[in-house]
T-cell receptor, first 113, second 112 residues
């Protein structure tokens, strides 16, 4: 779906560096999510936001922070990256009411050395 | 909170055979159950979903069944083809008011 985009698509960084992953959507959805995918562990929720003024921790929020700059933008930050944060990160958006389908962005592959 | 268990973690079938993937959930309030397919190197994409007021839903070769009493739901793929090879995820939530909780995924391999 070109409607949900993520930048960068790939990133290599060093331990201790601060990095930001960005997500933008043109679906007009209020609800946005950040997931992390590791082999054998599925998709685990890091943070989610139901609107611009709403931020909620997910299952694995430690070491991460987020910012909802606008309805269409939701950024994930790693304040001080560590090697076990090496993973594939997905942003997602979701509609409400009868339009509950969740759409994922293309993913950001992060390697922390 | 909700917990979703998915089995098996890997599944190999011969082309043309059927494949079944099962999930259980813990929260009886959950009422929305989607299934996602993730091909290698790509994002998860919705293939079918079911709501708790329906027991079964079909879309061509794919079907999902839901047993609310037992709190489990299953994905059925008939006449499997090599292009069905992917990782499949089940998920559950209470409408859009709670985030989707995903199972750990099933890697399906269809052998030609």
């Amino acid at each position: 779906d070109a409607d949900v985009t993520q930048t960068p698509r790939n990133r290599i960084t060093k331990t201790g560096k601060r990095i930001m992953l960005e997500c933008s959507q043109t679906k007009g959805h209020d609800r946005m999510y950040w997931y992390r995918q590791d082999p054998g562990l599925g998709l685990r929720l890091i943070y989610y936001s139901f609107d611009v003024k709403d931020i909620n921790k997910g299952e694995i929020s430690d070491g991460y922070s987020v910012s909802r700059q606008a309805q269409a933008k939701f950024s994930l930050s790693l304040e001080s990256a560590i090697p076990n944060q090496t993973a594939l990160y997905f942003c997602a958006t979701r509609g409400t009411g009868g339009a509950e389908t969740q759409y994922f962005g293309p993913g950001t592959r992060l390697l922390v050395l | 909170g909700e917990n979703v268990e998915q089995h098996p973690s890997t599944l190999s079938v011969q082309e043309g055979d059927s494949a079944v993937i099962k999930c259980t959930y813990s929260d009886s309030a959950s009422n929305y159950f989607p299934w996602y397919k993730q091909e290698l190197g790509k994002r998860p994409q919705l293939i079918i979903d079911i709501r708790s007021n329906v027991g079964e839903k079909k879309d061509q070769r794919i079907a999902v069944t839901l047993n609310k009493t037992a709190k489990h739901f299953s994905l059925h793929i008939t006449e499997t083809q090599p292009e069905d090879s992917a990782v499949y995820f089940c998920a559950a939530s209470y409408s859009g008011n709670t985030p989707l909780v995903f199972g750990k995924g099933t890697r399906l391999s269809v052998i030609a």
